[in-house]
Structure formats: C-alpha cells, structure tokens
C-alpha cells in the first residue's frame, strides 16, 4: 500500500515593521511639503509599521489644518514606499488685532517661529486658534505678564472673517489722549477734541485711528490741510486711573488750495443755482479748502431743494485730491428727483373763527409745490405771534403720497380758545 501526502502551503506574512524606503505627500495646495514632513515625524529609512503611520497622521490631523488625511503603503525591496493623502482646510483667514502691545506682524513672527503650517493665514478651527493664542502670550509674558492673550474668528464684513486677538478680559478704555507735532491745531484743542468724544471708548489703535478721522481729521480738513496723517499712536497704562494713556504724533501736511467746483447728475443743467445753495466760494483761486463748509454744502442743496418740493432729493460730494499741484476739486451729485405739491389742509382743535384766522395764515395753495420745511415754520410762527390765549401745543403733521407725490397736512391744536389774539399777521 502506497500513501502519498501533501504538505500544506505556507503563507508568508510581510513583515510588520520594515525601513521606510519613500514617503510622498499628495493634496497639499497652500501649505510646503517641507512644512508637512516636518510634522509628520517620518524620515526615509526610519522604522515604518502601521502604528508608526496612524501615528504621524494623528500628528497631522491634531494640528488642527486639515480636514482629511489619509494613507497607504507598500512593501518595496528596500522597505515601505508611503504616501500620505491630504485635504486642506479650505478657509484661511488674516490675523488682526485689538488692545494688545503688539502688532499683526509681530504675531505673524511668532507664529512662523513656533507653528511650521504657519504661511501667514490661520484656518478657523479651535485648535489652531487655541493654539496661536497660547503661542502669543508665551511671547507677551516677558513683558506684559498681566495680559490674558484671546484669539477668535470674527466678522469683519459681508462674508468676511478675521482671526482676532485681543485681552481676554476684553479692551481696555482710553483714559487720555494727547497730541505732539502739529502747528496748524493747538495740542490743546486736539485734547479738547478727544475728552469730549475719545475718553472712555474701547483702546485699540484701529478703534484710536477710527476716531482720529471722525473727530480730528475734520479740524485739520477746516483749514486746508487734507493729507494730515498721525503716523505715530502710542498707547501706554494710565499711571492714576485705569486704562490706556494715548500719545498721538501728528504731521500736519500742505494746506491745499481749492480747485474746481462743480455739479454733476442730473442737477448739472442746473449747476450755477446749487452752487449758490452750496454757498461755496468758487471765484478766488487762493481760497483755501474747506472741508467743513464743503461737507456743509451737502446740508444746505439739500435743505433748499426740499423746500422747493423736491423731497426725494439726493445729494452727495466727491472730493479729487491732486497732490502735485496741491489743490482739491469738489463735485456735488445732485439728483432733485420730482417735485411734490400741496394737496389739502385739516385743522383740528380750532373753532370756526380759530380755523379760519389759521386757513387765512396759511399760504401754500392746493398744487402748490409743496415746501417741505414750510408746516414746522408756519408752527414756529404761530407760536411766536401768540395768536391765542390759553393754547397747548400745537404739531403739524404731513401725509405724503409718493404715488402720486401730494402732501397733505394736519395742523393738531391743544386745549385752544376761540379768542383770537388782534395781534397776528400772515406767515
């Protein structure tokens, strides 16, 4: 008897741990595969094994600037061939600051210095912005050890964000505001300026600057000079009150000389009559830019066309600055739009002679074009002349039909009598 046996196949398991031959990156769009390997950990020819690989993804993932990462390996003659498959975050955002002794590029510094993903945008996820946080107040503690480092993704504007970094325990306020530099505006006017409209208001040199144009600027605009800049704002702890004392440099600039004046839109046909309303001096070519008066300019073409029934008016200025001959160019967009008319007046709380003594005052006819200031004026008259003893208040109140652009007005009488006061003329 003859047997025969076979012996069983023997299957051949790869090694679990293998030199690593080759590692590649794939999907990397902003950040450097320099950057990446340096977080990965992995060398050619170090140890490579399935947990050595979970490991240095898991490296990746924690930084917080991928949203994906994935891997595969193979076995070569020298070792393990790896690549790493990445997905970006795809939202990055600039870094600004509020109420820190430091700026965006020093942040951008020390974030280069510590973070290797760093390439001048943070993505918004926790752990990033956690981190960078950290990474700066490390950083502040040698020399403001009492600030609490904040960082976190704001809006800045429509479909904007930033990631911001502020104290923690919110701004600071500005305690005082000084000024150095200007020989067009006393300092002490400037400081004037600022007790009445900057004290108290959150510190930050965006929140300073924002106020440096709305309440400083103008001074400046008033007598010509249209390019002053405050190139230097420095802000230091108030020594007897809590917050930031503000030290201001200020260059005033050349006084600029005004050029042309002109109306633009479809008021243009009627430029020399909303000049005049502008009250803007035109004819003297040593007049010196005002821009308060230009601004005021707006108010006024405004103010006169709708008292002339053009309710819808729209007026606006554009100011051309032209540095090389140092001289301003004003044009006023005008738009009158219709004009408005009179339809009816209504009087309530008058007795018949009380009412008639008013219709009489009244002297905006039905189809008039309708004076727009004219009811609150007629008040103010009524008022002053004392036409009845014993009144109350008195209100006007305009009912404007934009259809078909007719105004009607109701002149409202309190607590009235009848008596007619022999002191009155018409309005």
């Known amino acids: 008897m003859t047997a025969s ?3 069983p196949a023997v299957r051949i398991r790869p090694p679990s741990v293998l030199p690593i031959s080759s590692i590649r990156i794939e999907g990397n769009q902003k950040l450097k595969m320099d950057a990446i390997l340096g977080v990965l950990g992995l060398k050619v020819k170090d140890p490579g ?5 979970n490991a240095a993804r898991d490296r990746l993932l924690d930084t917080g600037y991928f949203d994906t990462i994935s891997y595969m390996y193979r076995q070569q ?12 975050m ?9 109420g820190l002794p430091i700026t965006p590029s020093q942040i951008a510094d020390i974030l280069g210095a510590k973070d290797p993903l760093f390439n001048g945008l943070l993505p918004g996820t926790k752990k990033v912005v956690d981190r960078s946080a950290a990474y700066v107040q490390e950083s502040l503690n040698t020399t403001n050890p009492d600030i609490h480092v904040r960082a976190r993704l704001i809006p800045t504007g429509p479909d904007h964000y ?12 500005i305690a005082d505001m000084t000024f150095e530099g ?9 400081h004037t300026a600022m007790i009445e409209n900057g004290i108290g208001q959150p510190y930050s040199e965006e929140n300073v600057k924002a106020l440096l144009d709305q309440y400083v600027r103008p ?3 008033k007598q010509g000079y249209m390019r002053v800049r405050f190139p230097r704002i420095v802000g230091n702890p108030a020594e007897k009150v809590k917050g930031i004392d503000v030290r201001v440099t200020v260059d005033d600039g050349p006084v600029f000389k005004l050029g042309q004046v002109s109306v633009r839109g479809p008021g243009a046909g009627d430029s020399k009559r909303i000049l005049r309303m502008a009250n803007i001096q035109t004819s003297d070519s040593a007049y010196s830019i005002n821009g308060d008066e230009i601004t005021k300019g707006v108010d006024k073409i405004r103010e006169v066309l709708h008292g002339e029934g053009h309710l819808d008016a729209k007026v606006s200025v554009d100011r051309s600055i032209h540095d ?13 739009g219709p004009v408005y008319t009179f339809g009816k007046l209504t009087v309530n709380g008058l007795g018949l002679d009380g009412e008639a003594a008013i219709r009489k005052m009244w002297t905006v006819k039905p189809g008039d074009p309708y004076p727009g200031n004219y009811p609150n004026n007629f008040v103010d008259e009524v008022k002053k002349q004392g036409l009845f003893d014993n009144l109350g208040d008195i209100s006007a109140t305009p009912s404007i039909n934009r259809d078909t652009r007719i105004v009607d007005v109701t002149l409202n009488f309190t607590t009235p009598t009848s008596i007619l006061n022999p002191r009155r003329g018409p309005l």
């Open 5 to 7: 046996a076979q012996a």
């Open 49 to 53: 094994s399935t947990a050595i690989f």
């Open 77 to 88: 003659e020298l070792g393990f061939a790896v690549t790493f498959t990445v997905s970006e």
């Open 90 to 98: 795809q939202q990055a955002y600039a870094i600004r600051v509020q």
């Open 162 to 173: 930033e990631v911001e970094f502020s104290p923690a325990e919110g701004l600071p306020v």
């Open 182 to 190: 200007s020989s067009a505006v006393s300092a002490a006017d400037l």
């Open 219 to 221: 001074l400046f605009e």
């Open 324 to 336: 090389a001959t140092q001289t301003v160019d004003v044009a006023y967009d005008v738009d009158p």
